[in-house]
């Protein structure tokens, strides 16, 4: 149980287009998703946390209207990066928590690799 | 606020070796504390994970882990190293929010 999925798992884009990354959460109801970013060889920063219907939280430093999540039900989360350019080339993950765990009680999905060119 | 440190960025050992992979962390709270492993191009499976129960956690595929926290350390140990355990190791603290440590790659020789 409690697994997590992102679609695409790969995707190249061209400079100053939009992408959009799903994360699903399949057999439980998240009430609280997580979005990180991973550079080669680095660890995962949190860029926001989203409760459904809610707006985002996002993370000092990350810019929310380059970042855009929507949490519009309880099993999808998107993020959307917009207008990309060559530096938001990364790994996203996302993490949903089930309703009523604790917020450290994240599962998460297997990444999407953006690369933009 | 909450930190954590990964002592080293590469450990490597030979298969059937013992491993040890080392995480200090700073918190201002009770920390709840955890370990993940990332193999390449995937994603982040939870191996264990300290709450305040026991100090020593036993994890999944035969990992282990001890909160001292005279020591501030949750240092990740597993008795005999098996090839498949190659992969990137994220030590993680958490008061009120997740912090993942650098990350410590292990590299299992045959």
């Known amino acids: 149980g409690a697994v997590v999925s992102q679609h695409p798992s790969w995707v190249i884009c061209k400079s100053g287009t939009s992408v959009k990354i799903e994360c699903r959460s399949l057999d439980f109801q998240a009430t609280t998703m997580f979005w990180y970013r991973q550079f080669p060889k680095q660890s995962l920063m949190l860029m926001a946390t989203?409760?459904?219907?809610?707006?985002?939280?996002?993370e000092q430093g990350v810019e929310k209207d380059k970042f855009l999540i929507n949490h519009a039900s309880l099993t999808l989360s998107t993020l959307t990066v917009t207008s990309a350019h060559p530096e938001d080339s990364s790994f996203y993950i996302c993490?949903?928590?089930?309703?009523?765990?604790?917020?450290?009680?994240?599962?998460f999905g297997p990444g999407t690799r953006l690369t933009v060119t | 606020a909450q930190s954590v440190t990964q002592l080293d960025s590469h450990v490597s050992v030979s298969e059937g070796t013992p491993v040890l992979l080392r995480c200090n962390y700073s918190s201002s709270y009770s920390p709840s504390l955890f370990w993940y492993v990332q193999h390449p191009n995937k994603g982040l499976q939870l191996l264990l994970k300290y709450t305040s129960a026991a100090t020593l956690v036993k994890g999944i595929n035969g990992f282990e882990a001890e909160f001292k926290k005279s020591e501030t350390s949750f240092h990740l140990t597993k008795p005999s190293a098996h090839m498949s355990d190659a992969a990137e190791y994220f030590c993680v603290v958490s008061d009120t929010d997740m912090r993942f440590g650098a990350g410590t790659r292990l590299t299992v020789k045959p």
């Open positions: 989203s409760n459904e219907g809610s707006k985002a939280t996002y």
């Open positions: 993490s949903a928590t089930p309703p009523g765990g604790p917020y450290y009680e994240q599962y």
